[in-house]
């Protein structure tokens, strides 16, 4: 009688399988592309709300200049914190390259009127052709009825 022996040794495999790594690593790139976006508004204002807001698309863009003042009556460039002083030529140094020279201004609705406008005459110092004020658009309910929404 012979013996019988089993050669599970010379069977298994030593490859690593890289697939659900490359799975994981697709799944959070994606995660990162859908939210680096979203952090484009570094400084968090409360907008005052309009019923006839016309969309600026070119605020959302990453080359923006966006000037912030918050509720307690600090002003930002960008997510740097500027004096009012400083505003103007900060602003006429990061236009200095481009054709179009238009701001853009989140100011939060409880903020100051005068903080808002010690900002407002910053930017017109630096030469700005424009300025957009930029607010949170109010849907309104006359047309929501009327959609049947």
């Known amino acids: 009688m ?6 599970e040794g010379k ?3 030593s490859n690593i399988n890289v697939t659900p790594m490359v799975d994981v690593m697709l799944v959070l790139l994606i995660i990162f592309m859908v939210v680096t976006p979203m952090l484009n508004n570094k400084v968090n ?4 709300t309009s019923v006839s807001g016309v969309v600026m698309e070119n605020a959302n863009k990453e080359d923006a200049v966006v000037v912030a ?3 307690d009556g600090r002003t930002f460039l960008g997510s740097n914190q500027v ?6 030529t900060k602003i006429s140094a990061m236009l200095e390259n481009k054709t179009n020279k238009e701001v853009f201004m989140r100011a939060d609705a409880r903020a100051n009127y005068g903080k ?3 900002a407002v005459d910053g930017i017109r110092s630096a030469g700005v052709n424009q300025l957009g004020l930029l607010t949170d658009k109010i849907e309104d309910e006359s ?3 009327m959609t049947g929404q």
């Not at 012979?2 to 050669?7: A, L, W």
């Not at 204002?45 to 005052?48: E, M, R």
């Not at 004096?83 to 103007?88: A, K």
């Open 83 to 88: 004096t009012d002083d400083d505003l103007g």
């Open 45 to 48: 204002v409360d907008l005052p």
């Open 11 to 13: 069977k298994v495999n």
């Open 2 to 7: 012979g013996i019988n022996k089993r050669d």
């Open 143 to 145: 047309t929501n009825v």
């Open 69 to 71: 003042v918050t509720r």
């Open 116 to 118: 808002v406008m010690d």
